[in-house]
Every structure is written in structure tokens, then in C-alpha cells.
């Protein structure tokens, strides 16, 4: 028979799981857009990196003992509302964002193979490694995160090469591209801080775990500051090598930048070997979201927050249809994107799902503040708390308010889901008293 601890993750696999979810697709075509900003990337990857290590040490003060997850951790603090304000929020985004990340695997296997590279053919890759990574996830949390560490280990690679690569050029004394002449103003370095911050999103699926996690309380705070740490330290450092190997106008215009500029140092293979590496990105990140999305869906089953069949597992204690619901809904917004009528509204889903995210860090950050806290922990927090704000004005007005109607909707079904189980209680009460 197997102990307790067989089913549940310690501080590698949930480290692998917060950087599993950070490092997906997003950072391997960031440099296109950074291109043109010049000096102000790098001064954005510093404070961005600074504004998501305040929220992670936000999201950390708040977790408690019983390894509740994160539903859990805000109730304690601001009610059931609130928590399932955030949770339901980021529930959205972890399934939203795997459709996000399907296709762009799907696009990376195409650049690969060009003969899946049509609409449809993308769209049925996507589909069949959304059905492979739901598969993994329904043998349990420790298969998830057995995987998130593997692919973790082979997706570095690729931003690791780079920065070999400048070390390589400086070393034989070849000359560095120079950066866009871009002038740092206000303007220019908010527009480099949104772009760096959207890339680190994700350290927050370290909490969503319930019940699945050994002594909750030291290993989920140190692998969301380790893993946030380590990947902020990664991408200012990859980055900014590509803007060294690649001219702006050249980043600019790049499909592939990442391969581009390994391409530019060790020729065609090695563009092939990124291109490799930017799909087992995309499907580490698909699997880390599916963790996320199938967690955060059965908490809120467990609470009546959502249809209660949210709330069960299957014997290797896998929600199983929670995880169903997120790969269905995925696939939903996978086949929704293979119609030329619908690519913007998938693209704004992709913003909207950042949305989302910042409405879990501003609800964190107030949890944070009413726990007791020493006079530098107030200061890290309130930063975070700032810096959300920030993060909310980058994103755009639009974005903004449909992510307050999104928490609207999620209102209104979870008064739905309990106005149905009082309902169904109270039907039961009468026939049992006849």
C-alpha cells in the first residue's frame, strides 16, 4: 500500500512546475518585440523582474499549513468571495493559456515539419498534444511534475545557447550587434515593462496544488522565489544576447529570433535544435497550465463554487474531470483559432488571460497585507501591490474591463451552483420528512 507522501511534491517538482508554467512560448519571440526599444529592455527585465519577485513573495506569506491551495489561503484572510474571486480568475487563465501554448507548439513542430504547417493541421497538433499532456495529468500530480522537471531541463537550452554564444563572440573578439538608439523615456520603459512582465507570468501556479504538496508551508515559498529568481535572472540574460547577436531591424522582422541567432553563430542545425526547443516549451507550459486549471477547478468544485463533479479524483488522486473540462475548453479555443474570423478574438483571450492573472495578484497582495508582517515585508508587499496596479494600466482599458466582467460571470455562476445545492438540500429535507 502506498504512504500519503507517494501522492504528493516536494520543493523540485513544484519548482519545476512554477518554472514549467513561466518559461513557455512567450519568451522565445519576446526579442521581437524588445527590438526596437533598445536600452529600455534591459532596464525592464531589472524592474519587472523586481515587481514579479515582490508578488511571488506576496503569494508566499500567504500560504498556510494545510496546503489548502490557493482558494484556501485567501479565504482565511478576506472571506469566501474574494478567494473564489481569484481562484476562479486564474482558473480562466490556466485554461486559456493552454490554448495559447498548443498552438504555438503545434506552430513549432510545424516550422520543423512544413507539412503540418496549414490551419488545420496546426489545429489537429495542438488538439493531440492537449489529449497526450491530459493523459499524463490524469496519472497524478507527481507525473505532471515528473514531467515539468524533464522538459524544464530540455527548454533552457535554447536561452542558455545564446548567451554561450555572446561569451563565444566576446571571447574570439567578434563585434556585438548594437542596440536600437531608442530613447529611455517614461513611455518607452512602460511599454519594455509590460512586454518583460508578461513573459515571467506564471510563478503563481505554485499555490494551486491542494492537499498535494509536503509541508506546504517552507516548499511552496521557496519555489516560487527560486523559481521566479531563477527564471528572471535566464530571460534578462538570454534576451538581451539576442539583442547583441541579431540587429534591431533584423529581431524586428524575425519568425524565430532565438533560432535566428543561433543560426547566425553555428548555422542551420542548430536553428533547427532552438525550433526544437521552442516546442517543448510551448508543451512544458500546456502541461503546467493543465496542473493549474485542473487544481483551481476542483477546489472550487470541492466548495460548490463550480458543479460539485469538479470536485472528485480518481484513484491516483487526480481530479479527473476538472482536468477534462480545462482540456475541452481548451480544445474549444484551439479550434475556435483555425478560423480566420476569430484570430483576434484568440489574441485578445491571450491578453485577457494576463488580465486575469494581475486580478489574483492585487486580491494576493491585500490577502498578504493582513497576515502579520515585519516592517520589510509590508514595504515588499505594497510593492507588489503597486506594481499590479502598474501591470493593470499597461495591459490596456479594454482587457481591464472585460476581466472585471469575467470575475462578474464567475460571480453569477457560482450564485447559480449554490442557489442550486440549497435547492437540491432543501428538496431533500422535505421528501425525507414525509
Given at each position: 500500500m502506498s504512504r500519503p507522501n507517494d501522492r504528493q511534491i516536494?520543493?523540485?517538482?513544484?519548482?519545476?512546475?512554477?518554472?514549467?508554467?513561466?518559461?513557455?512560448?512567450?519568451?522565445?519571440?519576446?526579442?521581437?518585440?524588445?527590438?526596437?526599444?533598445?536600452?529600455?529592455?534591459?532596464?525592464?527585465w531589472v524592474i519587472s523582474g523586481a515587481g514579479a519577485l515582490c508578488v511571488a513573495?506576496?503569494?508566499?506569506?500567504?500560504?498556510?499549513?494545510?496546503?489548502?491551495?490557493?482558494?484556501?489561503?485567501?479565504?482565511?484572510?478576506?472571506?469566501?468571495?474574494?478567494?473564489?474571486?481569484?481562484?476562479?480568475?486564474?482558473?480562466?487563465?490556466?485554461?486559456?493559456g493552454m490554448a495559447s501554448t498548443a498552438?504555438?507548439?503545434?506552430?513549432?513542430?510545424?516550422?520543423?515539419?512544413?507539412?503540418?504547417?496549414?490551419?488545420?493541421?496546426?489545429?489537429?497538433?495542438?488538439?493531440?498534444?492537449?489529449?497526450?499532456?491530459?493523459?499524463?495529468?490524469?496519472?497524478?500530480v507527481r507525473a505532471a511534475g515528473g514531467f515539468a522537471l524533464v522538459t524544464v531541463a530540455l527548454r533552457i537550452l535554447p536561452l542558455l545557447a545564446v548567451i554561450v554564444a555572446v561569451l563565444a563572440m566576446?571571447?574570439?573578439?567578434?563585434?556585438?550587434?548594437?542596440?536600437?538608439?531608442?530613447?529611455?523615456?517614461?513611455?518607452?520603459?512602460?511599454?519594455?515593462?509590460?512586454?518583460?512582465?508578461?513573459?515571467?507570468?506564471?510563478?503563481?501556479?505554485?499555490?494551486?496544488?491542494?492537499?498535494?504538496?509536503?509541508?506546504?508551508?517552507?516548499?511552496?515559498?521557496?519555489?516560487?522565489?527560486?523559481?521566479?529568481?531563477f527564471c528572471v535572472l535566464l530571460y534578462l540574460l538570454s534576451s538581451s544576447s539576442v539583442s547583441l547577436i541579431l540587429p534591431p531591424e533584423a529581431a524586428a522582422k524575425s519568425l524565430s529570433p532565438y533560432a535566428d541567432a543561433l543560426k547566425a553563430n553555428w548555422g542551420e542545425k542548430a536553428a533547427q535544435l532552438a525550433a526544437i526547443g521552442v516546442a517543448i516549451a510551448a508543451i512544458g507550459g500546456l502541461n503546467s497550465n493543465l496542473v493549474?486549471?485542473?487544481?483551481?477547478?476542483?477546489?472550487?468544485?470541492?466548495?460548490?463554487?463550480?458543479?460539485?463533479?469538479?470536485?472528485r479524483v480518481n484513484r491516483r488522486n487526480a481530479p479527473v474531470i476538472s482536468l477534462l473540462l480545462a482540456s475541452a475548453l481548451t480544445i474549444v479555443l484551439v479550434l475556435a483559432n483555425t478560423s480566420g474570423s476569430t484570430a483576434e478574438l484568440f489574441i485578445f483571450v491571450s491578453l485577457l488571460t494576463t488580465t486575469a492573472t494581475l486580478i489574483v495578484y492585487l486580491v494576493g497582495a491585500i490577502a498578504a497585507l493582513r497576515r502579520p508582517n515585519s516592517p520589510v515585508a509590508?514595504?515588499?508587499?505594497?510593492?507588489?501591490?503597486?506594481?499590479?496596479?502598474?501591470?493593470?494600466?499597461?495591459?490596456?482599458?479594454?482587457?481591464?474591463?472585460?476581466?472585471?466582467?469575467?470575475?462578474?460571470?464567475?460571480?453569477?455562476?457560482?450564485?447559480?451552483?449554490?442557489?442550486?445545492?440549497?435547492?437540491?438540500?432543501?428538496?431533500?429535507?422535505?421528501?425525507?420528512?414525509?
Open positions: 516536494g520543493f523540485w517538482l513544484t519548482s519545476a512546475i512554477v518554472v514549467g508554467t513561466i518559461i513557455g512560448s512567450g519568451i522565445f519571440l519576446l526579442p521581437v518585440s524588445l527590438a526596437p526599444l533598445g536600452v529600455n529592455a534591459p532596464i525592464a513573495f506576496a503569494l508566499s506569506r500567504i500560504v498556510r499549513s494545510d496546503g489548502g491551495g490557493l482558494q484556501s489561503y485567501i479565504e482565511a484572510e478576506l472571506g469566501a468571495t474574494a478567494g473564489f474571486v481569484a481562484t476562479f480568475s486564474l482558473w480562466v487563465s490556466g485554461w486559456a498552438v504555438a507548439a503545434a506552430a513549432a513542430i510545424s516550422w520543423i515539419v512544413p507539412q503540418l504547417s496549414d490551419p488545420w493541421s496546426v489545429a489537429m497538433v495542438a488538439i493531440a498534444t492537449t489529449v497526450i499532456i491530459s493523459a499524463i495529468n490524469l496519472r497524478g566576446k571571447a574570439h573578439h567578434q563585434p556585438l550587434a548594437h542596440l536600437a538608439p531608442t530613447p529611455i523615456t517614461t513611455d518607452n520603459l512602460a511599454s519594455a515593462v509590460t512586454l518583460t512582465l508578461f513573459a515571467i507570468l506564471g510563478f503563481e501556479t505554485g499555490t494551486a496544488p491542494v492537499g498535494k504538496v509536503r509541508d506546504p508551508t517552507r516548499t511552496i515559498p521557496l519555489a516560487l522565489m527560486a523559481g521566479t529568481s493549474c486549471g485542473g487544481e483551481l477547478g476542483f477546489s472550487m468544485g470541492l466548495r460548490g463554487d463550480l458543479p460539485a463533479i469538479l470536485g509590508k514595504v515588499a508587499i505594497g510593492a507588489s501591490l503597486l506594481f499590479s496596479l502598474f501591470a493593470f494600466y499597461g495591459a490596456g482599458l479594454k482587457p481591464s474591463a472585460w476581466g472585471i466582467a469575467l470575475v462578474i460571470a464567475g460571480l453569477a455562476i457560482r450564485w447559480f451552483c449554490h442557489r442550486l445545492s440549497r435547492s437540491r438540500s432543501g428538496s431533500s429535507l422535505a421528501a425525507e420528512a414525509s
